[in-house]
């Protein structure tokens, strides 16, 4: 009686587990699924699998076998905790202050460095500048590791990259360190410039004002244990900037998982750049 629900109990375990590990993977190469429906049911399936285990074991008073309630009760809780996560990736986009053919806004930040920055220094270079969520965040790590990637292409074409979000200096620093990222990247912790443009995200969930974003990887993700809560941040925004100041090219997406990928910015680029 005992091998029934246990098996349930690690079945649904895997199910869930192995699946966050299967998405959480496509995340670095860039092949996040636009769609949530498989992987929701795959969740859902797990956690379902777990349910019944503890379901018959209590039914059965089957209390000398803990491992059946700490795999089932972590898969309720993890696998509950996802599925909440995924409901909260839309954003609601109606404020964008800049269009394609109309100049960039001045502005000032600070960069990673602690140095001041001003948009003026961006007179005559043509620039990739993307708003970000922070480094905590693991579509954003990857996005903008893909930009590095992408340094020797962009040059080509006299396009380099600028990055900012509301990261503090000292994260903003830990963040370009860990993922050795040759470009600039600016900190607008007051979020001055991230209203200016019109691509502030409200309420988001994301890392707590305070924490330290982590300094490692973990399988190319920055997975730290620092605690998160809903606030105001970048929504993921594009901006492809030419060398008199003017927009040329503008990706923004309403779903904070979705981003540009390689083919998609060197295409914009050579748009561009190379009529």
Known sequence: MVIFPLVLAAAGFVVTFGSVILYFRTIPRGKVPEKVGGFAF???????????????????????EPLIYILGVLTLFFGGFILWVLSQRKIQMDDLKVRVGEPLLPFTALTSEGDAF????L??????????????????????????????QLKAHGVEVMALSKDTIENASIHKARDELDFTLLCDP?????????????????????????????????????????????????????????????????????????????????????N
């Open 42 to 64: 795959s969740l859902i399936l797990g956690m379902l699998l777990a349910f019944i285990a503890i379901a018959i074991a209590l039914r059965d008073q089957i209390f000398g």
């Open 123 to 152: 007179a005559g270079k043509r620039v990739l500048f993307k708003f970000f969520r922070g480094g905590w965040c693991p579509y954003c790590s990857a996005e903008l590791v893909s930009f590095n990637r992408l340094g020797e």
């Open 190 to 274: 007051e979020l001055r410039v991230i209203r200016q443009y019109g691509v502030e995200h409200r309420k988001a969930l994301g890392q707590s004002e305070g924490s330290k974003t982590t300094k490692s990887l973990v399988g190319g993700i920055p997975l730290g244990m620092t605690p998160f809560s809903f606030q105001a941040m970048a929504i993921p925004t594009t901006l492809l900037i030419d060398e008199q100041g003017v927009i040329q090219w503008i990706d923004q997406t309403d779903d904070y998982r979705l981003r540009s990928n390689e083919k998609r910015v060197m295409d914009a680029v050579k748009s561009a750049f190379e």
């Open 118 to 121: 001003d948009s003026d220094s």
